[in-house]
């Protein structure tokens, strides 16, 4: 508890005093300072004080995924109203594709984010790295579980790509350009996967990474969202504990 209070502290200072930045030294409207600042540092701040507490923790999995599906719904519809009021759909990247084009975006993102998770997983088990217990714990088991971490994977897929994709990136490099504003929400992304231990969070940053680089190069965020889905559909339902290293592997 007094590890998690201290973060909790730190970020809550952090991030007023990032706001404070956005708010008087950019050209930010404030529904946009608030919002960045709330994706950029609150929310990591928020998954990184938890990770003490999740470490002594059994960790009930429904209430777990609901409370999941619940804060990324949030994150995405607030994403959604503050990022479209002038722009539109567009503004976010929700642009239609070419069919041919959109599946070849989509299989191949979810492709090479696949390789990214087997290379890992070799990587784990040639250095005898243990996967983080808390990611083992958060695999369903049962026919309700498995359900609810499908709505799960769909949240996931549909509201990180929306706020770190779709809206920090084009908001972020009217401040910074382009090149270091993905490198920051890349960053992030993978810092807010924390409970997944250090090789998870250089795993998903590298992940973020891809899917970052092919919202990009498509112009189009829709590719990302449905293989950001299909990865963590395919990952939690369908190969699992295959994925995971055990201690001393």
Not at 56 to 67: E, T, V
Not at 83 to 100: E, K, M, Q, S
Not at 198 to 209: D, F, K, P, S, V
């Amino acid at each position: 508890m007094t590890r998690a209070r201290a973060i909790a502290i730190a970020g809550a200072i952090l991030f007023w005093a990032t706001l404070g930045v956005a708010v008087g030294m950019t050209d930010l409207a404030l529904a946009d300072a608030v919002l960045l600042t709330v994706l950029l540092v609150a929310v990591p701040a928020m998954s990184t004080a938890q990770l003490p507490l999740l470490a002594s923790a059994r960790i009930q999995r429904l209430p777990a995924y609901w409370s999941s599906i619940t804060t990324l719904w949030l994150m995405g519809t607030a994403c959604w109203f503050v990022g479209t009021r002038d722009g539109g759909a567009a503004a976010l990247g929700l642009v239609a594709l070419p069919l041919p084009t959109f599946v070849g975006w989509t299989v191949g993102l979810t492709v090479a984010a696949l390789a990214i998770i087997f290379a890992f997983r070799a990587v784990s088990g040639w250095f005898g790295i243990a996967d983080s217990p808390v990611l083992r714990q958060l695999l369903p088991s049962t026919p309700r579980e498995r359900s609810a971490f499908a709505v799960l994977s769909v949240a996931a897929g549909t509201g990180e790509e929306l706020a770190y994709r779709g809206y920090v990136i084009p908001v972020l490099a009217t401040l910074t350009g382009v090149g270091p504003a993905a490198i920051v929400s890349t960053v992030v992304f993978g810092i807010m996967h924390g409970y997944q231990g250090m090789m998870g969070i250089i795993r998903t940053g590298l992940m973020g990474a891809v899917l970052a680089w092919g919202f990009l190069a498509s112009g189009s965020l829709w590719p990302a969202i449905l293989a950001h889905t299909a990865i963590d559909l395919l990952a939690g339902l369908v190969l699992g504990d295959r994925l995971l290293t055990d201690p001393g592997e």
